[in-house]
């Protein structure tokens, strides 16, 4: 439930509480809802979420904490410490789940991919359990959109919709892969469902919570037993890297001005 829409915290509990938890329960039992569903804004997610949370008759109904990430473009940061506090506040079965984000208006550009990756990896740090874009495939102008507020897609094609002669198949060389896919795949194509994230130590020169940070890191135990750590870069000059884990050793090696890396190795034995 989009928390711009109700107002204020104790309009969606009661909501919740006396409608549409009831309702969702008797009719539909396996659908999940979320409350929230907004920016990571100070001093409004994690007190609504409070506020939900505190009465157990609307909090039985609840499955998780939903966010969205426009709030970078309001010049207020990631915030993913409010992703930790939010967690906090939410019993083990909750969960948080990123379930939006995009960049408007349509002008793809490095940096976008970048400030996806940074989003990921920190909401990915701070207990969120997904990451979801908000248009995988948009045209060549960024819609379509009835009201022409047109957005950036990891792809994109090459022309507009309605003007296709393919019949609604798209070929390859009508697609544009933006810099969004590229490092939102370093991530959905390595931390495998079920993966469990692990704790990472960075030495950080910026305030995360504020800019994007120089380094990016996260790191997940897979499944098959495989760990993956995700690596990014977005300085404008070569960083030395070491990467170096307890049970497996460690690697010195070399990141790219504005490159990410992701690595793949057995940390425990087979």
């Not at 960024?142 to 507009?160: D, L």
């Not at 790219?256 to 087979?270: E, K």
């Amino acid at each position: 439930i989009n928390a711009e829409y109700m107002g204020t915290a104790s309009s969606q509990r009661d909501f919740v509480r006396d409608y549409l938890g009831p309702r969702l329960r008797q009719d539909h039992p396996s659908v999940k809802l979320m409350i929230w569903d907004h920016n990571k804004y100070v001093g409004k997610m994690v007190p609504w979420v409070r506020t939900i949370m505190s009465d157990p008759d609307a909090a039985q109904y609840v499955s998780g904490v939903a966010n969205h990430w426009y709030q970078i473009w309001e010049n207020e940061g990631y915030n993913f410490d409010l992703m930790n506090q939010t967690h906090d506040l939410l019993p083990a079965e909750k969960f948080i789940l990123s379930t939006e984000a995009c960049v408007c208006p349509f002008a793809p550009a490095w940096e976008h991919g970048e400030q996806y990756g940074t989003d990921i990896i920190g909401n990915l740090n701070s207990w969120s359990i997904g990451w979801m874009d908000w248009n995988l495939l948009l045209d060549g102008r960024g819609g379509p959109n009835h009201v022409e507020n047109f957005c950036e897609a990891p792809i994109t094609r090459k022309g507009v919709f309605y003007n296709s002669s393919s019949n609604g198949r798209l070929r390859d060389d009508e697609l544009q892969y933006n810099a969004q896919y590229f490092y939102m795949g370093h991530i959905s194509k390595y931390v495998l469902p079920g993966s469990q994230v692990i704790h990472t130590e960075v030495p950080q020169p910026d305030d995360v919570q504020r800019q994007m940070p120089l380094v990016s890191v996260v790191a997940v135990d897979r499944p098959d037993r495989k760990t993956v750590v995700v690596v990014m870069n977005t300085a404008n000059v070569t960083l030395p890297f070491v990467l170096s884990d307890n049970l497996a050793g460690f690697l010195q090696t070399m990141l790219p001005p504005h490159a990410i890396a992701t690595f793949i190795y057995h940390s425990t034995p087979i």
